[in-house]
Structures are given as structure tokens and as C-alpha cells.
């Protein structure tokens, strides 16, 4: 597949209809992946069988795993995806066989500020309009179990607060008694809609009710998304779908979706979902797009199963993980990592001039108004006092014992002298390499050099190691997070926090990992935090359990799990023409 | 594909997975339709390329085009999808090319108390699975749809509420002034979720807002549905959504989808569902099932692109309507037919010995509950009795125009006298033919005899007139149906109804036609007033615009848009075995 550049790069939208795509199965069978296992949808997606990735241990393992990730971004975010799709085709110029492996993105955002999430310029996964909408409907899957689940759980106690235990008994079924302030599970939908967040459902008549405050939350932050992102069969998905709490009883005990004879359907809703997708590059790479669990209440990161197979078909997976080395990747490596038992051999941390002079006191960075002179002018000393963010996500990286290169991600306004003291802070801070890279404006020629410093990174053998012990208590793991990751000189936990932790250690869950959900924007909890803040605490507000996903995430800090959409929202560019050629999608 | 038939005839899911499924893309050449118009999801279901159906004058007309539909039904149903199945199943035997054209069911009753919705016994779609539950996710686009122009609504009175407008001004828009009280689109979900019925949203502080009372409808009974099943193609589809009515402003003017900028990309969303899904029966004819608009408050029929593409590729196309002749078949005449320009040539009227005998005056048939001994045994009065509803509906069919079989579809317990007593009458209420229909016990052989009777009816030039001009004003199209269809003496309109006729009509939407929303167990408003009720008029309560759908719909009594989970409800019995196999889905 040939791809003509155009200078100035037009839109994304543009060059990727532009492109000629090749037929999906082929780019399976260039893998090798057995024709079998491959379901087309349509002729430029397929599902791959998850059995091929079902066993860690049968697996055959080839691949060189590389995980990308960043230094704190601005709310701009700093090219992540860009990158981990350009480092892909960069490979491809230097004639390796490598394949990448990406979360599906939210739809929702796409209708707000966000726009597509395929990528950008000439690094994009296409065709970016099923990327970006839809795909093949995994996101739908996953709602329709979650709400199945909630519509159980509060019919449940519409039917037990009316009929008797005999007319229970009689079905053959026991009563549960949830108690209606004890649901632990919300409902969701794929969309930014801000009136959902705190709603009162069950008005109307009695058989109307239960009458309750509950809410909505955007689909990917539902625990069947970390689920589905972390199972590593059927079996898996249906036993952990199972183990989710989604209420208490009037006692207080946890009630499962299990106890509520949900888990099975919820499996069944889900059993295509589990497949994952497989794209292309813009440059004909394969690309395996599976589930998008929330960075900050999840653990943010892609499928375990998609990884395991990419990894038998591949000489490099390249896989992204959600937001700063401080989130994503450590809940990479603790989280998923432990539970697909792949074991990582370099990180991309990719860094922009732009995010470092923010942590140098650079101006606010807002979307949708124009950048302040700062960030478009040469400007060494803001710079310079910003590296201190670098150096500290570079410390992260070095403490799970893996090479890291700096990804420098490059915008034409950035000098060669701001590129020279970031590669010096980078090397001198104990990078691999560091290197400038051009992908957006011209695709994998423009990371190929990215590319060869990551396969000689790469090429050692791995002296992964994982932060905590699962044997550690609860709070032991949340200190060693906030600690010898964030440097907090310590944590703060609230009277309830405290309360929850001290609970779920004598319920049996003190040996499950940590997901930390906290702002992204700040290696601390405090998004006005910039740099590498020293002699701060972190606070623990409230401590959640997500039995089935396998973590308790400890809350530190505002975390919205529902985003509004803006004054003057994305749809309003969206259109088709007709024959169904979409524009305005960026 | 060749079936091996047990008796007892095992489950639904138990046939469905033992059936030797074709390749889709076999199918869809066996029928002649171009390669480069198949899009497979997977190897057994297919989406077809919608501009096959795209323009009705250029659609080579080579079908006979037949409807199914039925007598009042019990809340049982009467078994109209699995006749529809069985005819083309019939069709198959006696040497003729026949699809079917079937609407996609709400997943939501799936894990409620119905069960399974792709006919049934020998006579089924598969696979019935994917039939079941997503199909290709049709409905999940349509939800998207509707409820990013839900948000779109809450949002724009949100922020119109908090800045002024000269700050509207600057970002190119201005303010549209919907009135908090006059929004006119609720949220959907494909869920059975009492809890939804009735909603507060927009709780919590100024930035969740506004708040409101509110309701989530069941994602069929979305306009959205009903417009992507009526939409001739992509730019009818991209028109008719920009003219949904959603909201009123201050001053009572409508104000559309257009208006809030939204109908774009909600066409975006629909780009993958407006092409219809080709499955297949369980003797390997094609299938095509797309959209399931809601039967009592919209039209509840297939999609119009799906018939149009089915004309052109087969002999016989059979397409089922929802609930009875007075509700599904009189909007498939009236609504659908003027919209696809498609003329029918035969009507089958599904009939069975036990909803004739509930018309009799039999004791109450409820779901779940074993059938009362006067349906089990043969009981010839109260058979005679419920004569009168099978008359009516017969009626109803001839004042058409079309040539009607009954279908009598034959359950174990039926006996021959019952049988001859209903074909006497159905001959004698003008019925071209009437056949015992065995199709669920044995496939295509079971309804040989049915094909052959619909193949003389249909062989004749069809004398198809409307029941009613659109140039008719709204009252007097509403007064025809009831008088000249339901058998009223007349209709009782509310003073609000009448109000609201007046101003659709000042509006410019009085040459809409008319879709009416009520109790599909009686052909009168009362589902307790069973046969052929005389002597009552029809109260219209309230009446409602959807101006992309294109029909005004006037609601008889209660019409509930939302379902609630019965105490045990279908998804305790589904689950998954380690392969991702489904058990308990009947």
C-alpha cells in the first residue's frame, strides 16, 4: 500500500480516506494467523479467535513486547497513539515484522472535544471511521452486560420487597435481600451526557421502582470493560463476570453477579467481544484494537488476550498504555502484566517541548484556544525547569528494571536546540537513547530512527520486576505505589478509606493488586502540581473493589467518570454524504 | 444443508446448533446478489449493500411480495415469524426461490420472559444466537444515535442557561432557546429496565445539569428506528433525521435534530446500519432481517431498503408485520408500501385454535402459566364463538384489495373438527385458501401445502388500494382507521388531542399518515374486549408527531415503551461453556 505525502499534512480524515486499504485477511495471512481464526467484518476488520492467545504457556512467544507511554501530558494530550502506530510502521522501514496493539477508544469523546483517537497525520489505524465509531461493537457489548446487571440487581429488590419467600421458594430461587442503599452498581452508556451523572431512577408507580439515587458512567469506565481487558479465555471472563460485587445484602455481605444468576448471560452478551479486532496501519501493519478500560478508575491498558496473540505473530507488539508512566504503564506492568504473564522488554516514553515547558510554569494549555506564545517560541528556560518531569518517569521506568528510549514527538515549532536539552536530560537521567521523532508528518519513514534505537533497547534480555508482592496488605501496596512511583512522602487515608481497606482485607480480597485512580495531569493527586512535586501527602478518599476485574482502586482526588460535551461540540462538524462517505471527523 | 428431524422436537437452540450452517456469501450468491455488495460479519451473517435497494423505479421488480400477519394474538403469540419461516421453508419444497424479510427483535425481552425470537422448531433463522442477541449491532447504533441527540438536547439548554449571547455569537451559533418543559426526546436502552421508566436526571451541582424529569423508552420504540426502517437511502435516511422533532423552544415552535446541529453525525452512527443483514433459515434460504421498529407506537415493520433489495433477487419475498392485520399489516399497507412503492400480492393470516378459542370466551392464557384444559382439549363452542375475530381480520385484509390464505398453525393438541370448523369459516369470510400450517414440527414438508395455496393467491394482478388518501386532514384518516379497520362507531378525542390535531395541521404535518399506538389483544382500544367488538368507540388520549418517521401517532389507552424483568426472569437459564457456546436461550 502506497501512501502519497502531502506537505502541509491535511487532515486526518483525509489522508486516511486517501489510503488504499489492503483486505484485512491478507494482512492476517501475512501474519500467519491460520485463515480459521480469522472473521471478517466487513473487508477491512476482522475478529481473531481468542483461542489462539488462550494460553500464556502454549503461546508460542516471539515478539519483542514494548510498551509505549509518557511523561505527565497536558490536557492536549501528547501522541501517544501517534506514536505507538508510528513506531510500528517505523519498524516496517526497517524491515522488521511488527505489529500494534491499542485500546478502542470511548465514542462518546469523540462526539465532544475530543475527535478520533485513530492516531494523527501519517500515523493512523484505519479505516479510522469504524475505529472511531462503533468498530465492531465491543464497547455495545460490554453496556448491554453491564446494564443487564443492573437491570437485575434492582428488579430483584422490585420482586423481593413484593412477593413472599414461598412464592421465591417456589421458583426455586432464595431471597438475596439487597438492601436498595447498598447497590454497588451503576449503568452506563457510551456517550458524554452530563445529565447522567447523579440521577434518580424508579419514579412513577410501584411496579415502577425500586425509587433510588443512582448514575450513569461512560461505558468504558464499567468493570466489564477492565474484565473483558484482563480475561484470558472464555472460562476466564465468565468465572470473573461472575465474581463481580454489584451489591450488598441488609447485612452487608457482597452480593455477586453470580448470586443474582446474571453472570452466564452477561457471558453470552459478550462472547464476540472477547475476539479481538485486527486493523492495519495506514502502511499496511496489522493492528489488534481490543477493549479500552478508563486509566484512571481501571487500569487503562488493551487486552491481554490481543496482546498473547500478537506476540506469536510478530518479531515486535507494540502496545500502548493509558496516560503518564505513573498510571498506565505501572498499572501495565502490576496489573496486566501479572495477569497475561508476558514479560516487557523496552518502553517508549514519549515526551513533547510543549508538555515539558508546562512543567517548566509554562501557561495554561487549554483545548480549543490557541497555544500562548511559550509553547511556539523557542523558550530553553522553561524547558529546562520542566525536565525534572522527565527525569522522575524515567526513574519509574528504570525501577521495574526495562530499558526506556525517549520518544521525542516532534511539532514544527520545536528548535534543535530544545530537541538537544531534552536527548542530554533524557541520556543523563538514564535513557537508552533519545530520540526526535517525525511520524505525523511523514509515517514511518519518520520513526525509523525511533525504531532502531527501541530494537537495540530491546534486544538484552529482559530484569522486569514488579513493584509489590501481592502478598502485601492492601495499604502496604498503596504505599509503595504512592511512595517509590509518585514520591508522596506518604498517604493520607480518610476515616472511610481506612474502614473499607480494614473490611475487604478480612473478605478475603487483601491479595488482589492495585489500581490507583488519580489525575493524570500530575505525578501527584493535585493536577496544579507541575514538574516532579516534592513534600507533598497523598490523600485517599474512598477505597472501591472490583472483585471481578481482579484490583481495588483507591480514589485520590475528583475523578469523573462521566465528561459533558462542550458549548460548541465536535458532532456539529459531522456529516455524510450520500453515499455514506463521512466528513468532519478529526 | 440437510437436517435430521427428531421427535419430540428438542428445543429451539438445541435444533439451531445442530443445523449445518452455509457459508452467508454461498447464500448471498445463490440468490444472484453481486459478491461486491456482501460485507460478511463472520462467516454466517452478511450485510448487503443498501444501494441495491436504493431506488425503488430502478429495483428490477421480480417478487411476489407477500405479507404474514395473524388474528388478535394471546400474550403467547400466535407463531407468526416461525410461520414465515416455515412458508419459505414451503416455498423451498415445491421448487421456488423465496427469502424472507423479517424484523431484528429488542434484545432486551430476550432476558426477560419471551425467549428467543427467530421462530421456532423446525423452522428457525440461524444462527439464532447472533439473531438473538447484537445481530451486527443495528440496534446499538440506533441507541447510539438516539442518545447522542438526547445529549445534544440537555446540553445545548445547559450551556444556553450559563453564557450569553454574544458568546454563541462568537463560536459562529445562536440561541435556540428550548424550553427545559418542552424537550420531546426521552433516552433508550435495549434493556428490560422498569427502573428507567420514569427518571430525574441532571441531580447533583450546576455543571450536571439541567435537571429534569425525564424517561428511558426500550431502543425500538426510538423514531430512530422507525425512520432507519422507512429511509429509502443514505440521503433520505440524513434528511428524515434532521427533521425529528425533539424539543419546542420557549414560544412552542418545534425546533429539529437540524436545528441542534446533530443529524449528521447521528446519520454517521447509522452508516453500517442501514444496510440489511442477510441470515439464513434452517434449510439454508435466505434471510433478510433489519430494524425492528416498535409495533404499537410506531409501525412495526422491516426496513423498506431490505424488501426492496429482496424483490429483486428472489420469487417470493415474505415479510412478516407485527401483532394483528388492524395494527402491524394496516401500517404495513398505509406507511411502509407508500414509502417503498412495493405493491403486495397476498396477505397469510396466521390463525390457531387457541387464540380462536380465548376469542370464545376461554379462561385467561398467561405466560408462564400451563394453558387452562379448553385449550388442551377439543372444544368446538368456544372455537365457533371466537370465529368472529378471524372474519374481522379477513375483512380487514379484503378491504385492501389483497387475496388472503389462513395459515392455521397446528399445535398437538388440535384436532382435525377444529381444524375444518376454522377453514369453513375462513372460506366463508372470503379467505382464498386455508391450510394447517406443520412447518414447527417439520420444517418446509410441514408447509408445503401453504406455499402452494399462497402461490395460486399470489398468481393473479394485485388490485392493492390504501385505505385512506394523504390528503385526507389527520382527524378524518384516524376516524377511517377506527371505523373502517377496528369496527368502531366513532373516536373520542380529548380535548388535548384535539388541540394537538390542530396545531400539526396549522404546522404543516396534516398530510402525515397515521400510525396508531394500542392493545394489539383486541381489535378495539381494551384488551379485554376480545372477537369482533361492536359498539364502542375509541378514545384517543393523546396524539404524538415523528416527523422524520414521517406519521402522526394518536395513543389508545396504555402503551407501555418500556418492559420490566419478571421476578424470574429468562437470563437466570443462559449461560457459557469454555468455548463460548450458549445453552438456555429458547
Redesign the interface.
Known sequence: MAIERKNPVPSDIEIAQSAELERISDIASGLGIPAGAV?????YKA?IDWRLGGASEKAPRKAKYINVTAISPTPLGEGKTTTTVGLVQGFGKIGKNAVAALRQPS?GPT?GIKGGAAGGGYSQIIPM?DFN??L??DI??V??AH??C???V??RI??ESR?SDG??EK???SKLNPDPHGVAIG?V????????????????SR????L??SHFDISVASEVMAILALAS???DL?SRLGRMVVAYDTKGNPLTAEDF??A??M???L??A?KPNLLQTLEGQGAFVHTGPFANIAHGNSSVIADRIAVGYADYVVTESGFGSDMGMEKFFDIKCRSSGLVPDAVVLVATVRALKAHGGGPAVTPGKPLPAAYTEENLELLGNGMANLTAHLGIVRRFGIPAVVAINSFPTDTQAEWDLIRDAALKAGASDAVVSRHWALGGEGAADLAEAVEKAAAGKSEFKFLYPLENTLTEKIEKIAGEVYGADGVDFTAAAAETLERLESQGYGKLPICMAKTQYSLSHDPALKGAPRGWRLPVREVRLAAGAGFVYPICGDISTMP??????A??N???????R?S??F
Chains 1, 2 share one sequence.
Not at 447522567?196 to 431512577?201: G, I, K, P, Q
Request: glycine share 12%; aromatic share 8%.
Open positions: 472473521e471478517e467484518y466487513g473487508p475478529k465514542m462526539f471511521e465509531l462503533h465492531t461493537g455495545h457489548a453496556s448491554a446494564n443487564l443492573a437491570a437485575a434492582d428488579a422490585y420482586h412477593w412464592y421465591f421458583m426455586g430461587l449503568r452508556v457510551d456517550m458524554n451526557d452530563r445529565v447522567l451523572r447523579h440521577v434518580v431512577t424508579g419514579m412513577g411496579a415502577d421502582g425500586p433510588r439515587q479465555d472464555m472460562a465468565r444468576k446474571v452466564g448471560a457471558a453470552a452478551l462472547k464476540d472477547l459533558g460535551l462542550p458549548s460548541k461540540p458532532f456539529m459531522i456529516d455524510v454524504d450520500a453515499e455514506g463521512i468532519g471527523l
